[in-house]
């Protein structure tokens, strides 16, 4: 038999810490008798050793003709050089494969020098990435944290080992599957939402309104103003507990606003005549008798605010309109009473009794001319020009 090569990946393999394999058996080469001095060489686990017994020739030849040299050898165990990587081990057989290790002593000593050598420097061209320590500063709910890290650590996982949640709305300003870089400062905003319902008001507004029926500079109120009322829900985001957005998620209406109108009078005021005497150009108007409708009248100007020269307007007025008849009646128009008012029902706001009591007519028509006109003068005025009042 030919002395083989005996370096196998079983050999390899059991020089790699962590990977399993199977234990090298002690091999034996069995080679013809190649010299007078016949040899037989143990190599132990640990030391390879030769040892050679020699006998006389002729005692070896009385036992066999052809004594076989027998060589029984365990593998050394190679020594640990590498990682526990599978790729490793792979890469170093395929460096391995093209050595060769003679059934001599001295043949295998050698190869193990040169896996040794082949280890060495496939170990030097394949080093691993150098792992430093990394220092970041994190600045999270008002607070800054000093966060260490090793080289190639992500965002997600500095903060998952620093024991930092981050919800699924906050901000943080390094992605989260990015890696980290040492003096990294990372900052995250909380962000949250909530739902809250509000009671709201929504003022009136004010207009004016020129009206030349009203004297200058007086002010009527036409339409009364009205504040709205409601609810709203609205939808707030608040970024580090700070409201950065409000929406208005449904809005109900208790009470519809109304908006205020008032009416400003510009109709020029005519001259206020000299108590006890007529005014310029005013009708004349003769004697009123005591318990008449004309002396109830007279008797009321001072409550609206006139002095006793508007009553020759207002005499003419009313002598003109129904005859001071507190039952004149128009067949043609439906107007009613002293003031004739149009139609008559409209003197009910000023007694229920307004079909038949003067005084409740009188009471109605003075406030008719004051709200229209501002005096009986006025109504005049409007009436000479007109035809009516």
Sequence with gaps: ????????????????????????QPQMLVTPYVAAKPAVAVESSDVTTEHVATNTYAEYMNDNLVRPEVIIRTPKRAPR?????????????????????????????????VVNAQGTAFASATKAPVVQKLTLS????????????????????????AGITVGTLDEVSKALDSTVDDGDSIKIVR?????????????????????????????????????????????????????????????????????????????????TPVPGTAAPGAPASGPVSPGSNREIAQSMLASFGWGPEQFAYLDYLWQKESGWNQHAANRSSGAYGIPQALPGGKMASAGADWATNPATQIRWGLGYIK?????????????????WY
């Design 1 to 24: 038999m030919n002395k083989a090569s005996v370096v196998t990946a079983a050999h390899i393999a059991q020089a790699v810490e962590g990977v399993s394999a199977p234990k090298a």
């Design 81 to 113: 050089i590498f990682t526990k990587s599978r790729a490793a081990v792979v890469a170093l057989v395929a460096a391995s494969s093209t050595l060769s290790v003679a059934a001599g002593a001295s043949s295998y000593t050698s190869a193990h020098q």
């Design 138 to 161: 994190v600045e999270v709910d008002g607070k800054k944290h000093s966060v260490d890290a090793l080289t190639g650590a992500t965002v997600a996982r500095v903060l998952d080992d």
């Design 191 to 271: 962000v949250t939402k909530d739902t809250i319902s509000e009671q709201f008001t929504d003022p009136h507004s004010s207009s004016e309104q020129q009206d030349a029926n009203l004297p200058k500079g007086e002010r009527q109120v036409a339409t009364q103003g009205v504040d709205g009322q409601g609810s709203r829900t609205y939808s707030i985001t608040y970024k580090d507990g700070v409201e950065v957005k409000r929406e208005v998620l449904a809005e109900s209406i208790t009470q519809a606003r109304v908006d205020e109108v008032v009416k400003v009078g510009t109709a020029e005021k005519a001259a």
């Design 371 to 387: 709200g229209r006109y501002g005096s009986p003068q006025a109504a005049y005025a409007h009436s000479k020009s007109t035809g």
